[in-house]
């Protein structure tokens, strides 16, 4: 597909345990954006990056959140010793360039237990 | 630092009745607005934006913006409803810098009754 893509749509996991959250962004586009929707809230920025280096990562919550992408095209959203107010949508979003249009995947719901 | 205010989480209107969904925003510094669409099970999409030149922006189903500087606002507008425009509508303001940081509003839910 043309769009941006995010795996898996749905991961429930327990307290504690860490998890990954994978974003296919669409090709050629070198900024990628995430972000996390809590029930009722709008989207919350979390991280930038343009190529392979973190532009921005002001909004990760604490340092149980991490994110990568070492080949500056797909992305992964780490979170460490999940908590239970983890739980949310998260959102990827890419871009061509980093001031142009973000155009959103479809997100991964979280749920910790 | 910038924010946003969606003070309606919910507007329920009659099909064919106009609507207007209220956007206020803060920022220190000049902005990009932003009007995001989620329909039930999508992504969100972008419907429509100011960044420059006329205060009033359209999308290609109907809906107009009008950038308020004095007010601080950018309200959303459509003269004529469809079921089809059943959302969530999410406000948005970036500023000028070398990238878009968006922040969100909270949103706010289209119900369109037949």
């Known amino acids: 597909g043309a769009g941006v893509s995010q795996t898996p749509s749905n991961k429930v996991t327990e307290k504690g345990k860490y998890v990954e959250l994978r974003c296919d962004p669409i090709?050629?586009?070198?900024?990628l954006y995430w972000y996390r929707q809590s029930l009722g809230q709008g989207p919350e920025f979390l991280i930038y990056?343009?190529?392979?280096?973190?532009?921005?990562d002001s909004g990760l919550p604490n340092d149980r959140f991490f994110a990568v992408r070492p080949e500056g095209s797909v992305s992964t959203l780490k979170i460490q010793r999940t908590e239970r107010g983890d739980s949310a949508v998260y959102l990827c979003?890419?871009?061509?360039?980093?001031?142009?249009?973000?155009?959103f995947g479809p997100g991964t719901r979280l749920t910790v237990l | 630092a910038q924010s946003v205010t969606q003070l309606d989480s919910q507007v329920p209107v009659f099909e064919e009745a106009p609507v207007e969904l209220r956007c206020n925003y803060s920022?220190?510094?000049?902005?990009?607005l932003f009007w995001y669409v989620q329909y039930p099970n999508q992504g969100l999409q972008l419907l429509l934006k100011?960044?420059?030149?006329?205060?009033l922006v359209e999308s290609i189903n109907g809906f107009e913006a009008e950038f308020n500087k004095s007010q601080t606002s950018f309200h959303l507008r459509k003269p004529s409803v469809h079921i089809s425009d059943t959302a969530e509508y999410f406000c948005?303001?970036?500023?000028?810098?070398?990238?878009?940081?968006?922040?969100f509003g909270t949103g706010t839910k289209l119900q369109v009754i037949p």
């Open positions: 920022s220190s510094v000049s902005v990009y």
């Open positions: 100011y960044l420059s030149g006329s205060t």
């Open positions: 090709s050629g586009h070198t900024a």
């Open positions: 990056f343009q190529g392979t280096g973190a532009a921005d």
């Open positions: 979003a890419s871009s061509q360039g980093g001031n142009n249009e973000q155009f």
């Open positions: 948005a303001v970036s500023d000028h810098g070398g990238y878009q940081k968006v922040t």
